[in-house]
């Protein structure tokens, strides 16, 4: 069975990632991922994170973060597994 529920469809209906609100149903939206996949390339994006130079890093940490590196928490998990 295809899994059709958005990881943005915070209530019925409502997007919370996009501009437009009311979901434009799975198959109208090029944004569409299941939680799985948005939980997959939530973890990809911090890989990649962790891969950059440490200033990168930081300027990343700083802006989006507020000063924090959670990305390294998750990289660490990947690594013992
Ligand atoms: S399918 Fe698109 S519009 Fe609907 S909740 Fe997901 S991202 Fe938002």
Redesign the pocket.
């Given at each position: 069975m295809t899994e059709t529920k958005?990881?943005?469809?915070?209530i019925a209906g409502?997007?919370?990632?996009?501009t437009?609100k009311?979901?434009?149903?799975?198959e109208?939206?090029?944004?569409?991922?299941t939680e799985e996949q948005a939980k997959i390339d939530h973890e990809k994006a911090f890989e990649r994170i962790a891969s950059l130079p440490i200033e990168t890093q930081e300027y990343i940490s700083k802006a989006f973060y507020s000063g924090k590196m959670p990305w390294h928490k998750v990289v660490k998990k990947h690594d013992k597994n």
């Open positions: 958005c990881f943005a469809e915070v409502k997007c919370a990632v996009l437009c009311k979901c434009q149903g799975h109208n939206c090029t944004m569409f991922k």
